[in-house]
Nanobody
Framework: VQLQASGGGLLQAGGSLRLSCAAS????????MGWYRQAPGKQRELVAS???????SIVDSVKGRFTISRDNAKNTAHLQMNSLKPEDTAVYYC?????????WGQGTQVTVSS
């Protein structure tokens, strides 16, 4: 089983992007899905997560701008990023976590120019 990540790109500040993350096969139990990001020279940080029941957690620096959602039936998650800032520039990594596993998608570059 793999996670397929998509949706990164290059855009100007103030723009929007939607990242998606999809499992390649049906996984019956994904407890949590989300995204980390890592900017050059910085540690990886958890940006957003969502539980199977829909409970979300968003890091303070993107609250009000980023929204996470998921479709349990399709094993997909989406990160809607609005009002992007240059400091949002990073490689974004999606993940899916179950009781005894963690899957990672390939990194997706998001570059926001000022």
């Amino acid at each position: 089983v793999q996670l397929q990540a998509s949706g990164g790109g290059l855009l100007q500040a103030g723009g929007s992007l939607r990242l998606s993350c999809a499992a390649s096969e049906r996984i019956f139990t994904i407890d949590q899905m989300g995204w980390y990001r890592q900017a050059p020279g910085k540690q990886r940080e958890l940006v957003a997560s969502i539980s199977s029941g829909g409970t979300t957690s968003i890091v303070d620096s993107v609250k009000g701008r980023f929204t996470i959602s998921r479709d349990n039936a399709k094993n997909t998650a989406h990160l809607q990023m609005n009002s992007l800032k240059p400091e949002d520039t990073a490689v974004y990594y999606c993940y899916a976590r179950g009781v005894d596993y963690v899957l990672w998608g390939q990194g997706t570059q998001v570059t926001v120019s000022s």
